[in-house]
């Protein structure tokens, strides 16, 4: 017995007026958008998110177009894309996207992405750990350092400055100003993502280009030493393998360098500055706002005590309206004062730690094709030297061939002779005394050797006129 639910009708189901109910073609297509994702966060917490296309869209702030890149149906080259709240990774058998706290993987179930997600997860920890670590020491190394500066800085601020400032911001600063024990800076969690999306990615290259080198070197001497079909056939499908990693190996390589070439994309990919400058500008013109409240507040108070009740009624009122109004405009140009602020920030980042984290692995890389240049060029060499060997032996051939056309031709001479003696003609050489047989033996014998006479001077002018070796 099938059960259904009660918003599908049965085939051949039959409305209250007697006309057929189709199936809902809503509840075939449902769930078809929705992929399984592995959410990796900051704090290194794993869990698969499963959610469509529009979910993600919000999530990440990601355009449509974007999410196609990562389309496991669709056959994309090797990408990597800052937007403006996420960086879209799509390298070899990696399509992930990472935000400032988090990293989107869509087919985490895949086994050779398996040990990616093992590493990516080891490195957030030892990021999160590190990170932790040296909050603790600066803490303890400046604790005194603020104490006894803590006067000297109150007295240095103006009255106009923010006395609140908001703890957040603060939070996210003072994270990404730390700095290891070593006295290097740490990373932001989405350059700690990228590298480790970019090591896996020019691992798996190198790997497959260091395996196509150990296959290729001993086909290629066995097809030198002995020419037969099964060695060309081997030769050729290496030759395609090492065609078709090339190809992948230069996407790879011409899209770290086009980031390096672009300063603005680099720039884009700071995901946590953005995010720190988004929450400083709010906070910035939030306190703005807050000082043109006292100020309207101040001007209230200045009203004198000999306005009647009437009259401050209505400059209250008036005063209402204008403080509407101004706040208003003051949040048009909050948000107006930190776009402008944002977009200088990023046009002005300083990109050199993504830059030297891209060049470092754009060296690696560039290395791994110019292996498999090489490779190529041994596969060019032992082509070209495949080819003159079978030229050699076509010449060969060719020589033989010259060589019994010209003795084909001799003989013909010879047999144009025994075809003239077999004639049925009465001769004295065919009588049967002892001087006939004599007579036919110096016949027979002076054609033969007119015969080899005239073959030996034909090749000899043929190796006068360079037609044969």
Same mark, same amino acid.
């Given at each position: ?12 189901m039959?409305?209250g007026?007697?006309?057929?109910v ?27 998110v499963?959610a ?17 890149? #990562?389309?496991?149906? +669709?056959?994309?080259p090797?990408? !990597? @894309?800052?937007? =403006? ?7 070899? $058998?990696?399509k ?5 706290h988090e ?18 997860h ?7 750990g ?7 020491s600066?803490d ?10 803590e ?9 106009d ?11 996210q600063?003072?994270?990404?100003d ?13 350059f700690?993502? #990228?590298?480790?999306c +970019?090591?896996?990615?020019?691992s !798996? @290259?190198?790997? =497959?280009?260091?395996?196509?080198e150990q296959?290729? $070197? ?13 060695n060309?056939e ?21 899209e ?7 300063d ?10 953005k995010?720190?400058?988004?929450h400083?500008?709010?906070?910035s ?27 401050a ?11 509407h109004?101004?706040?208003? @405009? ?26 030297m ?26 082509e070209?030297y495949i ?10 051939l ?12 001799v003989?013909?001479a ?20 002892v ?11 002076g ?5 080899i @006479?005239?073959?030996?001077?034909a090749?000899?002018?043929c ?7």
């Open positions: 017995m099938n059960i259904r639910g009660q918003g599908q009708a049965p085939p051949g039959m409305d007026i007697g006309v057929p189709a199936p809902n073609p809503i509840s075939r297509k449902k769930g078809t958008g929705v992929r399984a994702w592995l959410l990796l966060d900051s704090t290194g917490q794993k869990q698969v499963e469509g296309k529009h979910a993600i869209m919000r999530r990440t702030g990601l355009p449509a177009r974007d999410l196609r890149i #990562l389309d496991p149906l +669709l056959s994309y090797s990408t !990597v @894309l800052g937007r =403006e709240r996420a960086i879209v990774i799509n390298l070899e $058998h990696i992930a996207i990472i935000t400032a990293v989107l993987l869509l087919n985490s179930r895949d086994p050779s992405v398996t040990p990616f997600v093992e590493e990516l080891s490195r957030i920890l030892r990021h999160q590190a990170a932790a670590a040296a909050a603790a600066d303890s190394k400046l604790g005194k350092v603020y104490e006894s500066e006067v000297q800085s109150r007295e240095r601020k103006d009255e400055e923010d006395p609140n400032p908001d703890p957040e911001v603060k939070d600063s003072k994270q990404n730390i700095q290891n024990g070593d006295g290097m800076k740490i990373l932001p969690f989405e700690v993502a #990228l590298e480790a +970019l090591e896996a990615a020019c !798996v @290259l190198e790997n =497959e280009a260091k395996t196509l296959e290729a $070197h001993p086909a290629l001497d066995k097809l030198t030493s002995k020419i037969s079909t099964l060309l081997r030769v050729r499908q290496i030759k395609s393998r090492l065609v078709a990693i090339t190809g992948r190996v230069q996407k790879v390589r011409d770290l360098e086009h980031l390096l070439d672009d603005d994309d680099m720039a884009e990919m700071y995901l946590t500055d995010l720190q400058q988004v400083s500008s709010s906070a013109s939030i306190n703005d706002d807050d000082d043109d409240d006292v100020h309207h507040l101040d001007v209230d108070d200045s009203i004198p005590p000999e306005i009647s009740l009437e009259a009624a209505t400059a209250a009122a008036s005063d209402e309206d204008n403080q109004d101004d706040r208003l @405009l003051v949040g048009v140009s909050r948000e107006s004062r930190a776009s402008t602020t944002y977009s200088t920030t990023t046009k002005h980042l300083d990109v050199e730690e993504l830059e984290l891209l060049e470092a692995y754009f060296v690696q890389i560039d290395g791994t094709l110019n292996k498999l240049s090489t490779l190529r060029e041994y596969v060019d060499d032992t070209d080819n003159i060997m079978l030229d050699d032996k076509q010449n060969h060719l020589q033989m061939g010259v060589m019994l056309t010209t003795a084909t031709l003989v013909s010879f047999v144009v002779v025994a075809g003239i003696f077999g004639m049925n003609i009465h001769i004295e050489l065919f009588n049967s005394d001087a006939g047989n004599r007579e036919f033996l110096w016949t027979v014998g054609s033969t050797a007119g015969t @006479l005239l073959y030996v001077v090749i000899a002018w190796k006068h006129k360079r037609l044969l070796e």
